[in-house]
């Protein structure tokens, strides 16, 4: 059974910095697809950012420039490096994977418990 369990959230000032990290287990890390998705209060989730397990990313145009996703196979790890924070980007974040890449993010995808994040000055 894979998991994913996610950690690096936290309160930041607008403009700052903050990596989240999704651990994966339970399978071959390197036949699946990741991406992260968040949820602000009163929200629907929404999509933040996909990598292939070939290591090719996607990003949603409200990210794009400012989040970058990553993967490090030997670690099974999937990180979003997120630099200049904006309040709007406050949210439930959760890491997502999926053999399939367009299952991920779907309801058949394997989610995280989810990570808060939260800007604010």
């Known amino acids: 059974q894979v998991q994913l369990v996610e950690s690096g959230g936290g309160s930041v000032q607008p403009g700052g910095s903050l990596r989240l990290a999704c651990v994966f287990s339970?399978?071959?890390?390197?036949?699946?697809?990741a991406g992260w998705y968040r949820q602000a209060p009163g929200g629907q989730r929404e999509f933040v950012a996909r990598i292939h397990r070939g290591g090719a990313a996607l990003y949603a145009d409200s990210v794009k420039g400012r989040f970058t996703i990553s993967r490090e196979n030997a670690k099974k790890t999937v990180y979003l490096q997120m630099n200049n924070l904006k309040p709007e980007d406050t949210a439930i974040y959760y890491c997502?994977?999926?053999?399939?890449?367009?299952?991920?993010?779907?309801?058949?995808?394997?989610w995280g418990q989810g990570t808060q994040v939260t800007v604010s000055s």
């Open positions: 339970g399978s071959t890390f390197t036949t699946y697809h």
């Open positions: 997502t994977a999926a053999s399939i890449l367009s299952n991920v993010g779907g309801e058949t995808a394997y």
